[in-house]
């Protein structure tokens, strides 16, 4: 299986700031790397797709980076609404699997 | 307007079979490059992909629980139903299904609302 490792695990921000979370493969993906949005008690929101593509109806504030091994995602100006948890997911081969997730809290 | 639709029992009881059926409208599973995914959420936990089956009939399984997972398709009743057996409270979790085509690439860009299933004697 490919691993796939998130960092951080946790992070406080507040409203307008700048937050990056990064992804890392256990071996190259390619840009098979999507990234999901993931509220309490919500199902998870795709955001990027391709490692780098915005998902229609998701605001130019998210964006991706990345390809083979380490991948970003970046939001430029943190809005309220924003604040949840995000996870990687590879899809180069089966199992696709998920990072451990990036929750992004409230300072 | 995709949208998808998750069933099943709440609760089932250690070494039982589970049963979900995810209903689905607005795609085709008999489109090439189509695939709908199951994946899962323990409380408080990641999220953890189980399955997938494609258009084709084509199906991927997690390989720790690939003796336990089967996938299938019902194309006529667009339905994707996946069984797992021999269930354990380690099981209890949230299941999800997911739209997705194009090998993967495109990622799963449509989710059901989930289903909780809980695991206990």
């Known amino acids: 299986d490919i691993q796939m490792t998130q960092s951080p695990s946790s992070l406080s921000a507040s409203v307008g700031d700048r937050v990056t979370i990064t992804c890392r493969a256990s071996?190259?993906?390619?840009?098979?790397l999507s990234w999901y949005q993931q509220k309490p008690g919500k199902a998870p929101k795709l955001l990027i797709y391709?490692?780098?593509s915005l998902q229609s109806g998701v605001p130019s504030t998210f964006s991706g980076s990345g390809s083979g091994t380490d991948f970003t995602l970046t939001i430029s100006c943190l809005q309220p609404e924003d604040f949840a948890t995000y996870y990687c997911?590879?899809?180069?081969?089966?199992?696709?699997?998920f990072g451990q997730g990036t929750k992004v809290e409230i300072k | 307007q995709i949208t998808l639709k998750e069933s099943g029992p709440t609760l089932v009881k250690p070494t039982q079979t589970l049963t979900l059926t995810c209903t689905f409208s607005?795609?085709?599973?008999?489109?090439?490059?189509?695939?709908v995914s199951w994946i899962r959420q323990p409380p408080g936990k990641a999220l953890d992909w189980l399955a997938l089956?494609?258009?084709?009939?084509?199906?991927r399984y997690s390989p720790s629980l690939r003796s336990r997972l089967t996938i299938t398709k019902d194309t006529s009743k667009n339905q994707v139903v996946l069984t797992m057996t021999n269930m354990d409270p380690v099981d209890t979790a949230t299941y999800y299904c997911?739209?997705?085509?194009?090998?993967?690439?495109?990622?799963?860009?449509?989710w059901g609302q989930g289903t909780t299933v809980t695991v206990s004697s």
């Open positions: 997911a739209h997705s085509y194009g090998s993967g690439l495109y990622g799963m860009d449509v």
């Open positions: 607005g795609f085709s599973l008999s489109t090439s490059g189509v695939g």
């Open positions: 089956i494609f258009s084709n009939d084509d199906k």
């Open positions: 071996q190259s993906i390619s840009s098979y």
């Open positions: 391709g490692a780098s």
């Open positions: 997911q590879q899809s180069f081969t089966t199992p696709h699997t």
